[in-house]
């Protein structure tokens, strides 16, 4: 801490898996850290959904309250929030949710909202203006489905949030959505003129307001009295409007100039990329980015750390390092096993919520270190095939490829991307996540660090062995094969299962 400006930031996300806070200084020193875990739900086949009062309120009140009184009696001069998203939550007039929040892409349940929105509005008119082909991902039609599956819930609904919008509004009463978020509203919101598309918004939602809209790093209110009780900061403290934790993450790893490409390795795998002007794909999400009037690229699987964490309960009660060290004696392609990680369905590039996970190639010599290492691997070969759809989609291609999240940390899942894609990865120092990332917008925001500043530290580079190469090209070819030969089975099989769903 600089005696020039004695005051802590603090940041906080809320994850898929946890929620974590950082307390740091303003030049990106690292004060003190805390994290809760937690779960979704599931309720049925493509239903993901979270607690947003337990999960996303208080998770942030704890952390808060924890770490304010860590900082002793440092001022505390900013709080940013970030949040896995878009997801939806629905709320009454007095900020009650009024219902499970719906979340991100690997909710699936509006197939049918989307197919018909995409066929009232056009698809060709909805990527020029939003820059994006609707999906899972968007959540106009989640708003959609809810307004027509949940009438009774959508009578008494009042504002609609993001997982972090909703814990800002708690924090200081302000009804606001960031850009970035707003931009995965589809199709609501105007990405070529960073506004909302009113005319369509209200096709979907009716006469409910729109939430003011702000650039993640600027001040959207102060902490209120409620809260202030609730977190243990001070009436008044500065709080920024924060985005989505992907968008933080890259943020937070100086993913910042055209090219740069985050990799996040997680419960679900991420890919963000910044662009130098908006374009569009039909593949891949465009959206607003973190800095003021930038834009992105980005894409995402349903599923990867979660099909380990599959399968460590699946095979015992192995330590996860333990499963780690078995996958490392396997050989590089796992004796001729492929995976394919649709085990929640497939965001990028197939957008299909009904894929299903397979594994292709399987003997009575296979072992359960084949089977954790064939994981990581067909999680390699998505990363793959998204990164050449990225390479195509961009003019400028994929210049730094910076890997972020806990999956890094093991270095066998980093080396073998790198051995299936060619690639070289950069791995910052700083491994906290997103809300490190919170921690210097709330910085941006409050005035204690320029736009400009980047707390990066990059620690050391992961490189392609070689030695692989032409056993993982082999192999992805018929990774990139399976799924058009299996896709119809996978169909039956997925409306096998949502029908045995519905007679439980």
């Known amino acids: 801490m600089t005696i020039a400006d004695p005051h802590y930031l603090l940041g906080v996300d809320i994850g898929t898996a946890s929620s974590k806070g950082v307390l740091t200084t303003p030049d990106g020193e690292v004060v003190a850290t805390a994290s809760r875990t937690h779960t979704m739900s599931m309720p049925h086949p493509g239903w993901f959904e979270m607690d947003a009062e337990a999960l996303f309120w208080r998770e942030v009140c704890d952390l808060v309250r924890e770490l304010v009184g860590r900082a002793g009696q440092t001022p505390v001069a900013g709080l940013c929030v970030s949040g896995l998203g878009p997801c939806l939550v629905v709320c009454d007039e007095q900020l009650r949710p009024l219902r499970p929040a719906i979340l991100y892409g690997i909710d699936t349940r509006a197939g049918d909202q989307v197919q018909r929105l995409t066929d009232e509005l056009g698809a060709e008119q909805i990527v020029a203006r939003c820059g994006n082909a609707l999906s899972s991902q968007?959540?106009?039609?989640?708003?959609?489905?809810?307004?027509?599956?949940?009438?009774?819930?959508?009578?008494?609904?009042?504002?609609?949030?993001?997982?972090?919008?909703?814990?800002?509004?708690?924090?200081?009463?302000?009804?606001?959505?960031?850009?970035?978020?707003?931009?995965?509203?589809?199709?609501?919101?105007?990405?070529?003129?960073?506004?909302?598309?009113?005319?369509?918004?209200?096709?979907?939602?009716?006469?409910?307001?729109?939430?003011?809209?702000?650039?993640?790093?600027?001040?959207?209110?102060?902490?209120?009295?409620?809260?202030?009780?609730?977190?243990?900061?001070?009436?008044?403290?500065p709080v920024v409007a924060g985005t989505i934790d992907a968008w933080a993450e890259s943020f937070s790893a100086g993913v910042r100039q055209p090219g740069d490409t985050m990799l996040m390795y997680g419960s679900t795998m991420f890919f963000v990329q910044v662009l130098d002007a908006v374009m569009s794909h039909p593949t891949l999400w465009t959206t607003s980015g973190v800095d003021r009037g930038s834009y992105t690229l980005a894409a995402g699987m349903a599923t990867s750390g979660s099909i380990t964490g599959w399968l460590k309960n699946l095979t015992g009660d192995a330590p996860f390092e333990q499963l780690v060290r078995e996958a490392a004696q396997a050989p590089p392609g796992s004796d001729g096993l492929v995976l394919l990680p649709y085990f929640a369905g497939e965001r990028t590039p197939i957008f299909d919520p009904q894929a299903r996970g397979l594994i292709a190639g399987l003997t009575l010599s296979h072992t359960r270190g084949h089977l954790f290492r064939a994981a990581y691997e067909g999680i390699g070969y998505g990363i793959r095939q998204i990164l050449e759809y990225l390479d195509a989609a961009a003019a400028h291609g994929t210049g730094r490829l910076v890997a972020v999240g806990g999956g890094t940390q093991g270095g066998l899942w980093t080396q073998i991307v790198s051995d299936i894609t060619g690639r070289d990865q950069q791995v910052p120092a700083q491994t906290i996540g997103a809300c490190y990332g919170d921690a210097l917008l709330a910085a941006i925001g409050t005035g204690r660090a320029s736009e400009h500043t980047d707390w990066t530290r990059i620690a050391h580079v992961v490189r392609p062995d070689a030695r692989h190469r032409d056993r993982y090209d082999e192999l992805y070819q018929t990774y990139t094969s399976l799924y058009p030969a299996t896709r119809e089975h996978m169909h039956t099989l997925a409306t096998l299962q949502a029908a045995a769903s519905r007679a439980r």
């Open 138 to 237: 968007a959540i106009g039609p989640k708003l959609a489905w809810v307004r027509e599956q949940e009438p009774q819930v959508w009578a008494r609904t009042r504002r609609f949030y993001s997982a972090h919008s909703y814990t800002v509004a708690k924090l200081t009463g302000a009804y606001v959505l960031d850009h970035h978020t707003a931009s995965q509203f589809d199709p609501l919101y105007d990405l070529p003129a960073h506004a909302w598309n009113d005319a369509w918004a209200r096709r979907i939602v009716g006469d409910l307001a729109l939430p003011a809209l702000a650039w993640p790093c600027e001040p959207v209110g102060e902490i209120g009295p409620d809260a202030a009780a609730a977190t243990g900061l001070p009436a008044g403290t």
